[in-house]
């Protein structure tokens, strides 16, 4: 340490702060984006899993078929 002038000392202590500045903003971006991105994919997720509507009133009208067919042949036997 003896060697060096305080202005050395100085850019290189300057150089150093740039450097951690630039790694500690890269940690941030990265986790940033990898949330982002798992966000993104839990969201496609949730809407491909939804029935259309088709589906929705075929499975209502089925259904309700087979629960008409039930009563009927309830209240013939009876």
């Given at each position: 340490?003896?060697?060096k002038?305080?202005e050395?000392?100085?850019?290189?202590?300057?150089?150093?702060?740039?450097?951690?500045?630039?790694d500690?903003?890269?940690?941030?971006?990265?986790?940033?984006?990898?949330?982002?991105?798992?966000?993104?994919?839990?969201?496609?997720?949730?809407?491909?899993?939804?029935?259309?509507?088709?589906?929705?009133?075929?499975?209502?009208?089925?259904?309700?078929?087979?629960?008409?067919?039930?009563?009927?042949?309830?209240?013939?036997?009876?």
């Amino acid at each position: 340490m003896g060697d060096k002038t305080p202005e050395e000392r100085m850019a290189t202590l300057e150089t150093d702060i740039k450097y951690i500045r630039e790694d500690v903003k890269d940690i941030k971006d990265n986790h940033l984006k990898q949330i982002y991105q798992k966000i993104e994919c839990i969201v496609q997720k949730l809407s491909s899993k939804r029935p259309s509507w088709t589906v929705s009133w075929l499975i209502t009208f089925l259904g309700s078929a087979v629960i008409g067919l039930i009563v009927l042949l309830l209240t013939r036997r009876l």
